[in-house]
Structures are given as structure tokens and as C-alpha cells.
């Protein structure tokens, strides 16, 4: 329907935002959300593959993508799930390019995470993101079972959930891993088949390469 719920914490509907639709757009699907600091409501649009950035009554104050199936800079290829740092950069999961960018609160490029493929490093079907205070970023990829941490930087630290994180196919605390949320040292994973799963977070991963010397 192209809205957004607000709930109470009760769980009651206050208020059903429905979002703007240019012409020619098709109806917005949204399947990721997110509050910025400054209450924009940062929503990504799988139908419209784009993030568009919207005030309280859906109207949309900004937007990034080309509106189509893209890559890139300027592109996305399904938006879905999103978050918002400390200091209002936006990471979206691009699931059918298999990556995560990394936007600054108005909208521009600075990064991305990740690349298509099932190897380590890589997402196959990224599903959510989160990202932690010393900048790590978590994401959920419901193919591989897995939830991969990269460092701000870009760089691949490591795997969780799998017992060997190289191989696709080894066993899995998880089975579909999606919604992600980080709060402190603690990661709540929703999985779609196994239910909530609750982890402790240590100190930040090692570079691979560092442990390896």
C-alpha cells in the first residue's frame, strides 16, 4: 500500500503515513525504515529502487537512485533493510547487488561493503544491516547463514554464525538470518525459520591478515 505505520509502544497504529508518489513512479514498496537525527523518515523503495528521504506526512524531501534497476554510485537494485549511525550516515542493503552503500545524511555516496558472490566477504542475499560504535558494519545474508562484519573502512573481518566461515556449507547457528539490531555489545537476529537468536559481541575482530602473519 505504499505506507508507513507508526505504532505506539503498546503496539497500537497512532498514525499511517502514506508515502508521495511522483508521476510515472510506480507504487512505493517500502521494505526498509529508518529515523534520522534530524526525524526525516529514511525509507528504501524495493518497487522504485531508490532511498527517499520523507518529512511526517510522506512527501518526499529527497531521493537517491535512478528509479530503476542500477549500480554504481547513484544505484540500487532492491533496496532493502537500513540504518542510521551516530552521526547520520545511511547504510542500505542493495540485495540483488549484494552489497551495502554507505550515504552521508544528505544523500551522497562514501562507500560501499561487500560484493555479489557466496565466498567469504561476499554477500549472496544481503537482508539487513547494522552498525556498531567503533563503525562495524553487521549484515544478514539469508543465503549463506550468516551475518558477515565489515570494518569502516570496507574491509572483511569476519563471519558469524558459521563454524567455518569459508565454507558456504558448513553448519550455521542461523537459518535464515534477516532483521538486525544492535544495541551496545548485544546483536538481536531475527531469523525467519529459527526465531530471535541473542549474541554478546567482544572486543572488534582482528584483520584476517593480522592473525594470519
Given at each position: 500500500?505504499?505506507?508507513?505505520?507508526?505504532?505506539?509502544?503498546?503496539?497500537?497504529?497512532?498514525?499511517v503515513?502514506?508515502l508521495e508518489?511522483?508521476?510515472?513512479?510506480?507504487?512505493?514498496r517500502?521494505?526498509?525504515?529508518?529515523?534520522?537525527?534530524n526525524?526525516?523518515?529514511?525509507?528504501a523503495d524495493a518497487?522504485n529502487?531508490r532511498v527517499?528521504?520523507?518529512d511526517?506526512?510522506g512527501?518526499v524531501?529527497?531521493?537517491?537512485g535512478?528509479?530503476?534497476r542500477?549500480a554504481?554510485t547513484?544505484?540500487?537494485?532492491?533496496?532493502?533493510?537500513?540504518t542510521v549511525?551516530?552521526?547520520?550516515n545511511v547504510y542500505?542493503?542493495?540485495?540483488?547487488n549484494?552489497?551495502v552503500?554507505?550515504?552521508?545524511s544528505d544523500?551522497?555516496y562514501l562507500r560501499?561493503?561487500g560484493r555479489?558472490?557466496d565466498?567469504?566477504?561476499?554477500?549472496?542475499?544481503?537482508?539487513?544491516v547494522?552498525?556498531?560504535?567503533?563503525?562495524?558494519?553487521?549484515v544478514?545474508?539469508g543465503?549463506?547463514?550468516?551475518?558477515e562484519?565489515f570494518?569502516?573502512d570496507?574491509?572483511?573481518?569476519?563471519v558469524?554464525?558459521?563454524?567455518?566461515?569459508?565454507?558456504?556449507a558448513s553448519d550455521?547457528i542461523f537459518?535464515?538470518?534477516?532483521?538486525?539490531?544492535l544495541?551496545?555489545?548485544?546483536?538481536d537476529?531475527?531469523d525467519?525459520?529459527a526465531g530471535?537468536?541473542?549474541l554478546?559481541?567482544?572486543?572488534?575482530l582482528?584483520?584476517?591478515a593480522?592473525?594470519a602473519?
Amino acid at each position: 500500500g505504499g505506507q508507513v505505520l507508526v505504532l505506539s509502544t503498546s503496539g497500537a497504529v497512532e498514525r499511517v503515513i502514506q508515502l508521495e508518489t511522483a508521476p510515472g513512479e510506480l507504487t512505493p514498496r517500502p521494505i526498509g525504515i529508518a529515523v534520522a537525527s534530524n526525524s526525516e523518515i529514511v525509507v528504501a523503495d524495493a518497487n522504485n529502487h531508490r532511498v527517499a528521504f520523507v518529512d511526517n506526512q510522506g512527501h518526499v524531501v529527497k531521493s537517491v537512485g535512478t528509479g530503476m534497476r542500477a549500480a554504481g554510485t547513484d544505484g540500487f537494485n532492491v533496496p532493502a533493510g537500513l540504518t542510521v549511525d551516530t552521526i547520520g550516515n545511511v547504510y542500505i542493503v542493495d540485495t540483488l547487488n549484494g552489497r551495502v552503500v554507505k550515504l552521508s545524511s544528505d544523500g551522497a555516496y562514501l562507500r560501499e561493503f561487500g560484493r555479489l558472490a557466496d565466498t567469504a566477504g561476499s554477500l549472496a542475499r544481503p537482508k539487513a544491516v547494522a552498525v556498531d560504535a567503533a563503525g562495524r558494519v553487521f549484515v544478514s545474508d539469508g543465503l549463506q547463514a550468516a551475518v558477515e562484519v565489515f570494518g569502516p573502512d570496507g574491509a572483511y573481518l569476519g563471519v558469524i554464525g558459521r563454524r567455518d566461515g569459508e565454507h558456504i556449507a558448513s553448519d550455521s547457528i542461523f537459518e535464515a538470518p534477516s532483521g538486525l539490531s544492535l544495541i551496545g555489545d548485544r546483536l538481536d537476529v531475527i531469523d525467519g525459520i529459527a526465531g530471535l537468536i541473542t549474541l554478546r559481541l567482544g572486543e572488534p575482530l582482528a584483520d584476517p591478515a593480522d592473525s594470519a602473519e
